[in-house]
């Protein structure tokens, strides 16, 4: 007899892992399908096998790694129903991603869907008109199955065709998290994620940069706007030079690392080589700019920022060479800290 397959949109969260083994408990063999974006879990992109080795140690689930990331900022540009407190279009999100994981089912063999949604849980994304919602507009209503509140909802095709068990299924409603918990330790789960959300859009002060990025006032369009785009906006300080230019500077050797390794073709690279500061990255220098003069002027802002934010003598960061680097050309700009309250101005 052939195995019954499902798959698990699975977030790494409790919810979403208990979700996932409550179905393998059953027979069931289940993907978990975790996907990445530059505002959650892009990281893993560097190292896929290491976290799917993770999974499968800590939780005894198999789980792909699906990047979803031009979608993604596809669908964040007009959400149908709208964002949560900050910049967090759950529910749109949510429906994106069961409709994403339905594409993929007919060439995984997968029969239906599990989520580790709790009604109630989230007031936005987890009430009972909202859990409807999702499931007619990803038109998943039939094969969409919440093993964790399935006995207070209506039965799915996999309890019609008793692929599971709807009395081996649960009935977790609201925020608490002590039945979760109980129930991860019969499953000898005892090292999970905290409950808060590691979602950059429901983050007050990251979300603001985003949704600001998003309008078309901004350096770049939102039809134009890239994934790279939003992995810079994500890094160090970030500034609008009066010219235009938009220009992030590490805070530390991090970032500077991350802003190096994100430059591309077009951007301009500033930082000191004679002595310790941030990196500079000035983006799309060589065609935002109306004409070479425009460049130069926010060239030597930005010059002045990175010596601004450099190593201070005697409490005040002295005047510096600074090294550009735009268009296979590099040139050196001495210059000297602007002064805080003009920086502190153009601070996005």
Known sequence: MTKVKALSLFSGGLDSILATRVVMAQGVEVTAVKFVSP?????????????KEQVRDKYGINAMVVDISEEYLEMLRQPAYGFGKNFNPCVDCKIFMV??????????????????EVLGQRPMSQRRDTLNVISRDSESRSILLRPLCAKLMAPTLAEEEGWVDREKLLNFSGRGRSSQIALAKEYGIT???????????????????IKNFYNDGFVVKSSDMTVTDILLLLVGRQFLLPGGGWLM????????????????????????????????LLRRA???????????????????????YGKKIKGKPPEADVTCRLAGKKETITIGPIADEISRAWML
């Open 39 to 51: 505002f959650f879990n892009y990281d893993i992109l560097d190292d896929i096998e290491g976290y």
């Open 99 to 116: 409709s994403r994981a339905k594409q993929m089912m007919a060439e995984l063999g997968a029969s239906f869907l599990i989520t580790g």
């Open 191 to 209: 090292d999970f994620p905290s409950p808060a959300g590691g979602c950059t859009l429901a983050d007050p002060i990251l979300s603001r940069r």
């Open 249 to 280: 500077l590490g805070r530390d050797e991090k970032d500077n690392t991350r802003l190096s390794s994100l430059a591309e073709e077009g951007d301009a690279v500033l930082g000191m080589e004679q002595q310790p500061g941030p990196i500079a």
């Open 286 to 308: 060589d065609t935002f700019y109306a004409g070479p003069e425009d460049l130069q002027k926010d060239l030597e802002l930005a010059a002045s920022l990175v010596v601004r």
